[in-house]
């Protein structure tokens, strides 16, 4: 009975042990197994956050677009509301600051002060671009011999004749100014096409202290000396003639007529020019 007895109690502690290691390597596999379900609920947690996470963006972002448009519209009426007043102001500002500037520019022409003139000058167009008062006597001063012969600029003057233009297309002070500068930069066909339009088209005279006749007989002489120096010299003439016809007196219309029946091989009428013209002279 005691060795049996003895014998059964191995045997159960040897079960007991065995179903121990079993316990045991059973839990050794199940703590992986728990890890893995674990990191899968925390993998579907985590799109669910962001997903979340994204809506609330969404909606942020909604909200604001919707705060952003109403503050818009509230600018735009404001400016609807105010820009008509404000505007009218400022421009009327800068409109009497650029004359009060132009004033000052006269003073400093009548002083021959040049250079002085020529800041105040710019300053009003600065204020007032559309000034063509003070355009025209800065293109004026950029042409003529006024300036320093470094500070002289054809092609300045020609854009300030430009501007004028634009705002007064029959001007034909700025028009013919503007053909001079043409010719002097060697734009020929745009000299001739200035002159032209003063000739044939429907220009401002009013203004002229010379008259019409006297600014056509001037125009007519000038685009006769572009198509003498592109040796169109049948033009020329033609030119030179009819200037002579509206002013008798003209300056060098005889001499330069003469030049052009010369390079024609018409010695007889150059020769009565030049002498025409000695006379005019004496």
Not at 84 to 107: D, H, I, N, T, W
Not at 208 to 231: S, W
Request: aromatic share 8%.
């Amino acid at each position: 009975v005691f060795a049996t007895a003895v014998g059964t109690g191995i045997y159960e502690a040897r079960q007991a042990s065995r179903l121990r290691e079993q316990n045991l390597a059973l839990q050794q596999q199940q703590t992986p197994l728990a890890e893995q379900v674990q990191q899968l609920g925390r993998d579907r947690e985590d799109p669910t956050r962001q997903l979340a996470a994204l809506r609330e963006e969404n909606e942020r972002l909604n909200r604001n677009n919707a705060e952003l448009s109403r503050l818009r519209g509230e600018v735009a009426r404001l400016r609807q509301q105010s820009n008509p007043v404000s505007k009218s102001q400022f421009e009327g500002q800068s409109a009497s600051m650029a004359r009060s500037l132009y004033q000052s520019a006269m003073e400093h022409h009548r002083a021959r002060e040049y250079e002085k003139e020529l800041d105040e000058l710019n300053k009003a167009v600065a204020l007032d671009s559309s000034y063509a008062e003070a355009l025209f006597s800065r293109a004026s001063l950029y042409y003529g011999n006024y300036l320093p012969e470094g500070k002289r600029d054809a092609a300045k003057a020609l854009a300030d004749y430009d501007r004028i233009l634009n705002l007064k297309p029959n001007d034909v002070s700025s028009r013919h100014d503007r053909a001079l500068c043409y010719e002097a930069l060697h734009q020929y066909d745009n000299a001739i096409a200035d002159y032209t339009t003063i000739i044939e088209g429907n220009g401002d005279f009013s203004n002229l202290l010379n008259g019409k006749d006297n600014q056509l007989a001037l125009d007519y002489h000038y685009r006769g000396r572009v198509y003498q120096n592109i040796k169109d010299y049948a033009r020329a003439i033609l030119d030179y003639t009819e200037a002579l016809r509206l002013d008798p007196n003209i300056d060098m219309a005889h001499q330069h007529r003469g030049q052009c029946f010369e390079a024609l091989g018409q010695n007889d009428k150059a020769l009565q020019d030049f002498a025409a013209e000695k006379a005019k002279a004496n």
